[in-house]
């Protein structure tokens, strides 16, 4: 059975649907069959994070009403044999794209894949509540911005609503000189705010920017190895924080003071 986990945030343009891209391209190239689904319905972008948009034919409301399988839905990732995308409608969210509908397509993936990882649409509407229905484990994403740490800890509150076996934090652009100069908060710091386990910390790496825009994940760079650091986390569910997790920190009121200063 697939291992169900859904990538979600409060709030939009902290990466994502970049690091749903990315966790699974690395989980792909430890040899596991990852399939990902794009579950922000009308707003959809992990096909075209991925570069594999002109070979999207089918979607999600298509599986749903029954014009096609839902293996001729799924989209090969061109650099991983392994690695599969089931796109998100294009058009306005329908109806028909219920919470159970929703489920129904996860349950259906289950015996082909080892994961399947869900990529929620921003915010705290129906969509996120249809997309976490579908999932066992659940990723937050944020970043060292206040506004981002004040609306992932709304999302884990609304989690604790559901039975996941596990909620975990992925912090996303972290430069650590700025860490270490005490202008940003520290993952550590983040966590103990949010009172939730890290799974992965991410740097700031201009080619997140640079590969994804067009159409590929980043390689032979430090946000690839974070990634990678994140993969394991995942797999063995003990974290694999990598270099520049430890470093020394003031205390988390001095450095708040820093930042709201």
């Known amino acids: 059975m697939a291992r169900k986990i859904v990538v979600t945030s409060g709030k939009g343009g902290v990466g994502k649907t970049t690091v749903t891209a990315c966790?699974?391209?690395?989980?792909?190239?430890?040899?596991?069959?990852v399939v990902l689904i794009d579950a922000d319905i009308g707003l959809n972008n992990l096909d075209v994070v991925l570069g594999i948009e002109n070979k999207v034919v089918y979607d999600i409301l298509d599986v749903i009403k029954c014009r096609c399988r839902i293996k001729q839905a799924l989209v090969r990732d061109f650099d991983r044999p392994e690695l599969f995308v089931l796109p998100s409608a294009?058009?306005?969210d329908s109806p028909l794209i219920t919470a159970q509908a929703f489920r129904n397509i996860v349950s259906s993936l289950d015996k082909y894949f080892d994961y399947v990882i869900i990529d929620?649409?921003?915010g705290i509407d129906n969509g996120f509540h249809r997309a976490v229905s579908g999932a066992e484990q659940a990723l937050v994403v944020t970043t060292p911005s206040v506004s981002a740490?004040?609306?992932a800890d709304k999302v884990f509150n609304l989690l604790g609503g559901y039975s996941l076996s596990s909620a975990d934090l992925v912090v996303n652009r972290i430069r650590h000189d700025m860490v270490r100069r005490g202008e940003m908060m520290s993952a550590g710091d983040i966590s103990r705010l949010l009172r939730a386990p890290v799974a992965g910390i991410i740097p700031e790496d201009d080619n997140v920017s640079l590969y994804s825009g067009i159409g590929r994940l980043p390689v032979n760079s430090a946000s690839a190895t974070a990634f990678y650091d994140l993969a394991r986390?995942?797999?063995?569910g003990q974290p694999c924080l990598g270099e520049g997790a430890s470093y020394r920190r003031e205390s988390l009121f001095g450095r708040l003071k820093r930042i709201f200063r």
């Open 23 to 33: 966790l699974g391209g690395a989980l792909a190239d430890a040899g596991r069959k």
């Open 149 to 151: 740490i004040r609306d």
């Open 90 to 92: 294009k058009l306005s």
């Open 120 to 122: 929620c649409p921003a």
């Open 233 to 236: 986390s995942v797999e063995t």
